[in-house]
């Protein structure tokens, strides 16, 4: 593993680790149990356990970050730093982004605050589907075969199935952010 990929690999699960820091200075005003999921009108219907939540799921996410990271490092490794293409760069920071903005959310509600659960997590979602959708019609045939499996035969056909992919997710972005409107 190169020296600027074990940099993001430490600083990004350093940041995935981080709201456990939150999750000290507010653990004696959570209740025991806090929401973890909701229906649709912002009712809690599922709950875990206050250390599990506020310890738990950082370090869960903080594991799944460095096993997507090494995959893709194994992945790409024979590419060239100045050929990876942006969406990798993205793709490194969505799963600490997300742990830090979830882990927000998660807290929020039980100490009273207003914050509707489903609109936010669309609202993020949504974002993150229209970033991922704008980037995957870039990405180069010799770079998708690296990374894409299995990878179409021809580059005609990649280029095709790339844009499609990336017409696709910025639907489902757009979807989502619609969906904010009418929940």
């Not at 219907?45 to 460095?66: C, E, S």
């Not at 489903?118 to 980037?135: A, D, E, Q, R, T």
């Not at 998708?144 to 280029?159: M, N, V």
């Amino acid at each position: 593993m190169e020296k600027k990929n074990k940099k993001t690999l430490i600083f990004s699960v350093i940041v995935c680790l981080l709201p456990i820091i939150v999750g000290i200075v507010l653990y004696n005003k959570l209740p025991e149990q806090i929401p973890i999921l909701y229906t649709i009108n912002n009712t809690p219907y599922n709950y875990g356990h206050k250390n599990l939540v506020l310890f738990g799921l950082p370090i869960l996410m903080a594991i799944v970050q460095v096993i997507c990271l090494l995959v893709t490092n194994l992945k790409t490794n024979k590419l060239k730093n100045d050929e990876k293409p942006r969406i990798l760069k993205i793709m490194e920071w969505i799963i600490p982004v997300l742990t830090v903005l979830t882990y927000i959310i998660i807290i929020e509600i039980p100490l009273g605050s207003t914050v509707y659960a489903g609109k936010s997590v669309c609202l993020i979602l949504g974002i993150v589907f229209m970033i991922i959708g704008n980037y995957i019609p870039k990405i180069n045939y010799e770079v998708g075969k690296a990374i894409i499996h299995p990878t179409p035969k021809s580059e005609k056909a990649f280029r095709k199935m790339s844009k499609i992919m990336g017409y696709c997710f910025i639907v489902i972005g757009i979807i989502l952010l619609i969906m904010i409107i009418w929940t």
